[in-house]
């Protein structure tokens, strides 16, 4: 059964720093997606990975895929308010795709 | 950009109604999706359709069904609406299947009660 865990689950950080998302899955798999969610708001895709090694980056998040450790990260370098949100990684296997529970993310000003 | 509108941003129903979501994507996107989303346990799939007329059940079915008649609209059906189906339902429409190479657009998401 394919089985995703996000940590940390809850994460407040100050602005300038950096830190770093993990979502682990016990299937083998090689597609992962990340969405960010803003509060009230629904989700919006930010990365889609597809092959192990990949990485992608878009401003100050950077998303990597180790699939044989089964590990994607979501790295925030100097973080800014605006990127206080919840953030999902969702793996995709066979005929199921399974999201991970959220990463709420409060950076403080 | 592209754009999917669901019918009602809030909803609030009585126990053993039938209630409708509407879903609408404008980006003639074979692929769309019914999630709903409860804290603590993320989103969960309850149906998806890869055509018109077609549906494949997802991981949480039970008490849904689903009606695609046209490319662009996807609607789920809750039969006799039960207080543990209050929830946020997430629509999405995506160019790849489920488990496809691409992302998936969400809709705004309608908040249901069922009182």
Same mark, same amino acid.
């Given at each position: 059964?394919?089985?995703?865990?996000?940590?940390?689950?809850?994460?407040?950080?100050?602005?300038?720093?950096?830190?770093?998302? &993990?979502?682990?899955?016990?299937?083998?798999?090689?597609?992962?997606?990340? &969405?960010?969610?803003?509060?009230?708001?629904?989700?919006?895709?930010?990365?889609?990975?597809?092959?192990?090694? /990949?990485?992608?980056?878009?401003?100050?998040?950077?998303?990597?895929?180790?699939?044989?450790?089964?590990?994607?990260?979501?790295?925030?370098?100097? /973080?800014?308010?605006?990127?206080?949100?919840?953030?999902?990684?969702?793996?995709?296997?066979?005929?199921?795709?399974?999201?991970?529970?959220?990463?709420?993310?409060?950076?403080?000003? | 950009?592209?754009?999917? =509108?669901?019918?009602?941003?809030?909803?609030?129903?009585? =126990?053993?109604?039938?209630?409708?979501?509407?879903?609408?994507?404008?980006?003639?996107?074979?692929?769309?999706?019914?999630?709903?989303?409860? +804290?603590?346990?993320?989103?969960?799939?309850?149906?998806?359709?890869?055509?018109?007329?077609?549906?494949?059940?997802?991981?949480?079915?039970?008490?849904?069904?689903?009606?695609?008649?046209?490319?662009?609209?996807?609607?789920?059906?809750?039969?006799?609406?039960?207080?543990?189906?209050?929830?946020?339902?997430?629509?999405?429409?995506?160019?790849? +299947?489920?488990?496809?190479?691409?992302?998936?657009?969400?809709?705004?998401?309608?908040?249901?009660?069922?009182?």
């Amino acid at each position: 059964e394919l089985k995703v865990e996000q940590n940390p689950l809850f994460l407040s950080m100050q602005e300038g720093k950096n830190y770093t998302i &993990y979502c682990n899955y016990s299937t083998t798999s090689d597609r992962l997606y990340w &969405y960010r969610q803003d509060p009230g708001k629904s989700l919006e895709s930010l990365f889609v990975l597809l092959s192990n090694g /990949a990485v992608k980056q878009e401003g100050r998040l950077m998303a990597s895929l180790d699939t044989k450790a089964r590990l994607s990260t979501l790295h925030i370098t100097a /973080a800014v308010h605006d990127l206080s949100a919840t953030y999902f990684c969702a793996v995709a296997l066979d005929d199921k795709i399974i999201f991970g529970k959220g990463t709420r993310l409060h950076i403080l000003p | 950009d592209v754009k999917v =509108t669901q019918s009602s941003r809030y909803l609030v129903k009585r =126990t053993g109604e039938k209630v409708f979501l509407e879903c609408v994507q404008d980006m003639d996107h074979e692929n769309m999706f019914w999630y709903r989303q409860d +804290p603590g346990l993320g989103l969960r799939l309850i149906y998806f359709s890869y055509d018109v007329k077609m549906k494949e059940k997802g991981d949480i079915p039970e008490g849904y069904s689903v009606s695609r008649e046209k490319k662009e609209r996807f609607s789920l059906i809750l039969e006799s609406a039960s207080t543990n189906q209050t929830s946020m339902y997430l629509c999405a429409s995506s160019l790849a +299947p489920l488990t496809g190479t691409r992302e998936q657009y969400f809709g705004p998401g309608t908040r249901l009660t069922v009182t």
